[in-house]
T-cell receptor, first 115, second 108 residues
Framework: DVKVTQSSRYLVKRTGEKVFLECVQD?????MFWYRQDPGLGLRLIYF???????EKGDIPEGYSVSREKKERFSLILESASTNQTSMYLC??????????????FGSGTRLTVV | QKEVEQNSGPLSVPEGAIASLNCTYS??????FFWYRQYSGKSPELIMF????GDKEDGRFTAQLNKASQYVSLLIRDSQPSDSATYLC????????FGTGTSLTVIP
């Protein structure tokens, strides 16, 4: 089975902290994605990557950055955490090709609370 | 206008009944359609996808696609309490667009 692992299930951080969310997949997938999920707003795409060292902005990139130094790892960085970034963060991956060719495999999610 | 619209529910059905979940989308260029199930506090898991007009069946689940009317639906036959979850519809264009989900409760 494809496995997408997110390093933390729950995180509590203080306003202004720099926060790193890690995602690792073990199936040699080229495409990786970061979403946040909020009640009533659904899943919103923050950033995605189709290859190592490559990144593209999604719909809500403000306040976030990403890093993909290795194919299997895609990190989401909150440069200066704010309370409006309290959310469930989901990482997903797919093999090379159009996202519609495959369904996403999601990680287990990280519930981040910024206080 | 949202790309994908779902009735948020909650939808309640008795055990053994058919649950019907609906989704409409705005972009006629959409080619691939997915249904995900999400239990409370968990991440979404893929349960079905459909590319062509008509019905696609997988066990107790049937996905229906009507591209002319721009809707996709999911039927769950013989609903079980374990089917109680939020169901997300997703449409693939250059990226996935998700609906906000329909909450389903199956009452024993």
């Amino acid at each position: 089975d494809v496995k997408v692992t997110q390093s933390s299930r729950y995180l509590v951080k203080r306003t202004g902290e720099k926060v790193f969310l890690e995602c690792v997949q073990d199936m040699d997938h080229e495409n990786m994605f970061w979403y946040r999920q909020d009640p009533g707003l659904g899943l919103r795409l923050i950033y995605f990557s189709y290859d190592v060292k490559m990144k593209e902005k999604g719909d809500i990139p403000e306040g976030y950055s990403v890093s993909r130094e290795k194919k299997e790892r895609f990190s989401l960085i909150l440069e200066s955490a704010s309370t409006n970034q309290t959310s469930m963060y989901l990482c997903a991956s797919t093999p090379r090709g159009s996202p519609g060719d495959y369904g996403y495999t999601f990680g287990s999610g990280t519930r981040l609370t910024v206080v | 206008q949202k790309e994908v619209e779902q009735n948020s529910g909650p939808l309640s059905v008795p055990e053994g009944a058919i649950a019907s979940l609906n989704c409409t989308y705005s972009d006629r260029g959409s080619q691939s359609f997915f249904w995900y199930r999400q239990y409370s506090g968990k991440s979404p898991e893929l349960i079905m996808f459909i590319y062509s007009n008509g019905d696609k069946e997988d066990g107790r689940f049937t996905a229906q696609l009507n591209k002319a009317s721009q809707y996709v639906s999911l039927l769950i036959r013989d609903s079980q309490p374990s089917d109680s979850a939020t169901y997300l519809c997703a449409v693939a264009l250059n990226q996935f667009y998700f609906g906000t989900g329909t909450s389903l409760t199956v009452i024993p």
